[in-house]
């Protein structure tokens, strides 16, 4: 019923800022929460960062706290991972995921988009 596509990936410096988006389709999207994901090669995947339906209750990651921040425009329909101060260290496939309530882990969502990339390399 939802469909979830993530863009903004690429290859940013060290240091460096990307905002990621995830636009979704579903008349019903504003009442999931959503999340944002990420995957390495060779590792698992890991919660980074989610935010419920409202936008005003959000979860982050330790590794990131302080340099992520993720919103949702309801209106629009897309929620977004804003990056800064990225490390070398977050590179990974990130994905977007909703459910009906806000988790921590990948088994409690439901929707998932496709991924992209982001690569923080010098």
């Known amino acids: 019923q939802v469909q979830l596509v993530e863009s903004g990936g690429g290859l940013v410096l060290p240091g460096g800022s990307l905002r990621l988006s995830c636009a979704a389709s579903?008349?019903?999207?504003?009442?999931?929460?959503v999340a944002w994901f990420r995957q390495a090669p060779g590792k698992e995947r890991e919660f980074v960062a989610g935010?419920?339906?409202?936008?005003?209750?959000?979860l982050y990651a330790d590794s990131v706290k302080g340099r992520f921040t993720i919103s949702r425009d309801n209106a629009q329909n897309t929620v977004y991972l804003q990056m800064n101060s990225l490390k070398p260290e977050d590179t990974a496939v990130y994905y977007c995921?909703?459910?009906?309530?806000?988790?921590?882990?990948?088994?409690?969502?439901?929707?998932w988009g496709q991924g992209t990339q982001v690569t923080v390399s010098s």
């Open positions: 995921a909703a459910a009906r309530n806000l988790g921590l882990h990948q088994p409690d969502y439901d929707y």
């Open positions: 579903g008349r019903t999207f504003s009442t999931f929460a």
């Open positions: 935010t419920g339906w409202s936008g005003s209750n959000t």
